[in-house]
C-alpha cells in the first residue's frame, strides 16, 4: 500500500516517519522579526532483515544527513504532489540538519531496528507583514491503516490596526490534493489582536478518480418494511473527471430503479444518485392468495302455485365449488406461479395463469394465477400459501 514518503535530497526514507513542522519567529540581533525559522522534527525507524541490512540503512540515514542545503520534502501516496517543502534555496542559509540521535536502548535495537530522531531547520526573510508574532506546528503521522493525518496549529498576534480575525483565511494551510478537511477551529481575543486556529486534514481512503479535485460516493444498502431491498449510490465530484467519475458509479447487473445525474453550471459539480434492486437475498419480495370454498348442499327451489302458497321442491345435490387464486412478485425474474391446492382432477376450468411486465423499473416481476374446483361433497378446507 502506497503511503506519504519522505525525502531528504535523494535519499527517501524507507519507513514514513512522524514529522513535526514548526514556524517560530527570526529575529535580528536587535530583537526585531525578520522572518520565520521553520523547525521539522523527524522521528521514525529502520527496520532490517538482518542485522547487516540494519546497518547499511543506519549508514545510509547517516549520510543523506550529513549532507547540507539539500531540499526536504513530504510527498503524498501518488509519489509526486508535495504536501511540504523545506526549500533549502529559499532559505538564508540552506536547510541544516542536526546530528542524529538514537534514543532506543531496548532489547531489539541494533539488532533488527534501530530508532531515530533529528531536526532539519531553515530560515527565511521576508518583507514588512501585518503580524508582528506568528507562531505554527505541522504534525503529519500516518495511521495503521497507511492514511496519513496533517494537523496544523498556530497563533499570531497582530500589528495595531490589523483584525486577527481577518488573518484567519491567510493562515489556512488549504486542503493537500487527495485529503478532506476533517476539521478546523479558530479563537479571538475580544481585542481582535490575538488568534488560535487549528486544520485537520486526513488523506482520502481512496485516491480520487483522474481529473476530480474533490468530492465523495456513499453506497447504502437498505431493505425497506416491504422486504425490497436496494441499493444507493450517491455523492458529487468537481473537475474535468467530474462527469466520468460520476458516471462510473454506476452498478452493472443490477436492476435499475433510478439514476439520476445533475451538472451544476456555476459550480463545475456533479452530483449524482443512483438506486438499484439489491441482488442480495431471495427474488420474493410479495406473496398473496386466497381461497373461497362454496360447501355442497341440496338445490332446493320454491314452485308457485295457481291458487295456494309456495311449494318447495328438492331438485338434486349442488357440488362443491373451491376458487383458489393469488399473486406473487418477484424483484429481478418471474416467480413460480402457486401450486394448486387439489388434484387437477378437480378442475372445472383451464387453470388461468398471468405474468405481468416488470416496466422500466426492472424491479416487480407479478404473476398472477386462479384455479376452479369441484367436488360431489364438500373437501377439507385448505389454507392459503404462505411462502
Known amino acids: 500500500m502506497a503511503t506519504t514518503t519522505l525525502k531528504y535530497g535523494a535519499y527517501t526514507h524507507p519507513l514514513m516517519p512522524r514529522v513535526r513542522i514548526a514556524a517560530e519567529p527570526l529575529l535580528d540581533d536587535g530583537g526585531a522579526r525578520i522572518g520565520t525559522t521553520e523547525v521539522w522534527t523527524i522521528e521514525g525507524a529502520l527496520i532490517g532483515t538482518d542485522q547487516a541490512d540494519l546497518l547499511a540503512q543506519i549508514a545510509a540515514l547517516e549520510a543523506a544527513y550529513a549532507t547540507v542545503a539539500a531540499d526536504l520534502i513530504l510527498l503524498a501516496a501518488d509519489g509526486t504532489t508535495e504536501l511540504r517543502k523545506l526549500a533549502s534555496a529559499s532559505a538564508v542559509a540552506g536547510t541544516q540538519p542536526t546530528p542524529i540521535k538514537y534514543p532506543g536502548g531496548e532489547a531489539p535495537e541494533l539488532a533488527t531496528q534501530r530508532t531515530y530522531a533529528l531536526n532539519v531547520k531553515a530560515g527565511f526573510l521576508f518583507a514588512a507583514a501585518d503580524t508582528f508574532d506568528a507562531r505554527e506546528t505541522t504534525t503529519f503521522v500516518v495511521a495503521q491503516d497507511g492514511k496519513t493525518t496533517r494537523t496544523v496549529r498556530g497563533t499570531l498576534t497582530t500589528v495595531q490596526g490589523v483584525s486577527a480575525d481577518a488573518e484567519y483565511t491567510n493562515v489556512d494551510p488549504g486542503t493537500p490534493p487527495g485529503y478532506f478537511r476533517l476539521s478546523e477551529s479558530k479563537s479571538v481575543n475580544a481585542a481582535d489582536n490575538a488568534l488560535e486556529y487549528e486544520f485537520v486534514d486526513r488523506e482520502y481512503f481512496q485516491p480520487f478518480p483522474i481529473g476530480v479535485l474533490s468530492g465523495s460516493a456513499q453506497r447504502t444498502d437498505a431493505v ?152 360431489p361433497y364438500t373437501p377439507p378446507f385448505p389454507n392459503p400459501r404462505t411462502a
Open 224 to 375: 425497506g418494511p416491504d422486504g425490497r431491498a436496494t441499493i444507493t449510490i450517491a455523492g458529487a465530484f468537481t473537475g474535468s473527471g467530474a462527469a466520468a467519475a460520476a458516471s462510473a458509479q454506476k452498478l452493472t447487473g443490477a436492476a435499475v430503479i433510478r439514476e439520476a445525474v445533475t451538472a451544476h453550471a456555476y459550480t463545475g459539480e456533479v452530483s449524482f444518485a443512483y438506486e438499484y434492486a439489491s441482488p442480495a437475498g431471495g427474488n420474493a419480495v410479495e406473496l398473496g392468495e386466497q381461497i373461497e370454498l362454496s360447501a355442497a348442499h341440496t338445490r332446493i327451489v320454491a314452485r308457485e302455485t295457481l291458487d295456494g302458497p309456495p311449494v318447495l321442491q328438492t331438485l338434486g345435490t349442488v357440488p362443491a365449488r373451491v376458487v383458489q387464486s393469488g399473486h406473487a412478485v418477484g424483484r429481478r425474474s418471474f416467480p413460480t406461479f402457486g401450486p394448486m391446492a387439489f388434484a387437477a382432477s378437480n378442475l372445472v376450468a383451464p387453470p388461468v395463469q398471468r405474468r405481468i411486465g416488470p416496466g422500466p423499473t426492472q424491479t416487480d416481476w407479478r404473476v398472477e394465477w386462479r384455479y376452479e374446483f369441484a367436488f
